[in-house]
């Protein structure tokens, strides 16, 4: 073969490729069913290890402050077993905390529960008075009609049907299927957090491998800076919503509602997805005081968990912060839409940390070329 005829082929070789490119995308789009099948099979089959990362992830975040507590120790035995012995205790106080929830929390909540279900008559000839109400102010000629919001109550609870749990047998087996799988994840995250500096090594070479070093060592820095703006995050958001859930469960007791305990945990909970959680928390918190215990009461309740999150928005928050993520507002809200658009909560919760790491990359970028412009 001439030069000539090796130039033709290479100039054809791109239309050839993408014939051969539509040709397979053809085909696979008439097979969507089966690849769907096996994607689906094969996130079924990873899906204990994901969760097992998260657990150890999350895990690992309070091993390393226990880890180097034990590394201020004199003791030889400890200090050769530093690491094994900071996940066990880890994983321990975590134990511990589950059983906390299940003897203490989980009792209240379902006391909570029922004493919620024995008293709908009485909030609902509540819901009906603040209807009525309502329509006396004839406010804009709007009126609010007590059958159809019956309706529509009872349209929502329509899909909790008791003929959709009529194969006992598969429940039973779905249930055994994630009690396995949550044993799969918590045996993974400790073997993920004996092996966690391994991973770290190789992860480095094989980066090392496929990329120059001055790409490898930016990749390294930015994946490191990631890590460290999850860890703070999960930190802080767990020390801020303690605090918040604690305050609004003593300020709702404060008010004698029999839902305190639920509502502060929910509060602190949703803490977690930023801005939007705490709104929606409390304008659920205050609906259910409103409901149960009338109009006044949740407006007194509005008015003091609003005064709880503006203390914790201004005071609390931006303390246990210390700037980390000095972000706009604007930015926060987008990233938090565009998190929970693709991952849902999990999105919402990890929007921040990721977008502290993008901006900080973005004006890497356009610090480097306003400086070769300079020049």
């Not at 309070?62 to 094994?84: G, V, Y």
């Not at 589950?98 to 009792?107: G, H, K, Q, T």
């Given at each position: 073969m001439n030069k000539e005829q090796e130039k033709k082929y290479r100039a054809l070789l791109p239309y050839f490729l993408l014939g051969l490119a539509i040709i397979a995308a053809y085909r696979i789009s008439g097979e969507m069913a089966f690849f769907a099948n096996i994607v689906?099979?094969?996130?079924?089959?990873?899906a204990p290890f994901f969760y097992g990362f998260l657990l150890a992830y999350i895990i690992n975040i309070?091993?390393?402050?226990?880890?180097?507590?034990?590394?201020?120790?004199?003791?030889?035995?400890?200090?050769?077993?530093?690491?094994?012995l900071s996940i066990l205790?880890?994983?321990?106080?975590?134990?511990?905390?589950?059983?906390?929830?299940?003897?203490?929390?989980?009792?209240a909540i379902i006391s909570s529960v029922a004493f919620f279900i024995a008293n709908i008559p009485a909030y609902w000839e509540s819901v009906?008075?603040?209807?009525?109400?309502?329509?006396e102010m004839d406010l804009f000629g709007w009126h609010i009609s007590a059958d159809a919001l019956l309706v529509i109550i009872g349209d929502f609870f329509s899909e909790f049907r008791i003929e959709n749990l009529s194969r006992p047998i598969n429940i039973l087996v779905g249930a055994g299927a994630t009690v396995f799988s949550g044993i799969i994840a918590f045996i993974a995250s400790i073997y993920i957090l004996l092996e966690k500096d391994k991973f770290k090594i190789f992860a480095q070479r094989l980066i090392r491998l496929v990329t120059t070093n001055e790409i490898s060592d930016m990749i390294v820095e930015h994946f490191a800076r990631l890590n460290h703006n999850f860890r703070q995050y999960i930190r802080t958001q767990t020390i801020d919503g303690i605090i918040l859930g604690?305050?609004?469960?003593?300020?709702?007791l404060i008010l004698g509602s029999p839902y305190a305990l639920v509502l502060g945990l929910m509060l602190g909970v949703v803490n977690y997805i930023p801005y939007f959680g705490s709104i929606f928390g409390t304008l659920a918190a205050v609906i259910v005081v409103a409901f149960t215990q009338g109009?006044?009461?949740?407006?007194?309740?509005?008015?003091?968990?609003?005064?709880?999150?503006?203390?914790?928005?201004?005071i609390i928050q931006p303390k246990l912060m210390s700037g980390s993520f000095s972000l706009s507002p604007l930015l926060v809200i987008i990233s938090i839409t565009v998190g929970g658009a693709l991952a849902g909560i999990f999105g919402m919760i990890a929007a921040i940390p990721i977008i502290a790491v993008l901006k900080d990359i973005l004006d890497s970028i356009m610090a480097h070329y306003e400086r070769k412009k300079q020049f």
């Open positions: 689906r099979r094969a996130l079924e089959i990873i309070p091993r390393s402050a226990i880890q180097n507590l034990l590394a201020k120790t004199n003791t030889k035995f400890i200090l050769k077993r530093q690491k094994q205790v880890a994983f321990l106080f975590l134990l511990a905390l589950i059983a906390l929830i299940i003897n203490l929390i989980v009792p009906l008075r603040v209807v009525e109400r309502f329509n604690i305050l609004a469960t003593v300020l709702l109009l006044t009461m949740g407006l007194i309740a509005a008015a003091a968990l609003f005064t709880v999150q503006q203390i914790d928005a201004n």
